[in-house]
């Protein structure tokens, strides 16, 4: 997606907020951009539908996943696969 920035300070601190988010989440600036990007989009999608007053059966996010105690690996189950 093509970025217009009004001024380089602006053009600064969306690289930070990239740079320190690629940091936490252990990868490349770019990929951050790409997940900050998603999440802005799924907010601005909340808030629309919630203007509209629709409710949005919108995919979990990775903190609600987090919060059932396992991963979506975890949770897996195919018994028939393992072998002794």
Not at 24 to 33: D, H, L
Not at 45 to 73: H, L, M
């Amino acid at each position: 997606m093509a970025r217009r920035f009004t001024s380089r300070a602006e053009q600064m601190r969306h690289h930070r907020k990239c740079f320190e988010a690629a940091l936490e989440w252990g990868c490349t600036p770019i990929e951050a951009e790409r997940r900050l990007d998603l999440m802005e989009l799924r907010e601005r999608a909340r808030a629309r539908c919630k203007r509209r007053g629709v409710v949005a059966s919108a995919p979990a996010s990775g903190a609600d996943r987090q919060s059932t105690g396992r991963s979506e690996f975890e949770r897996f189950d195919a018994a028939w696969m393992m072998r002794d």
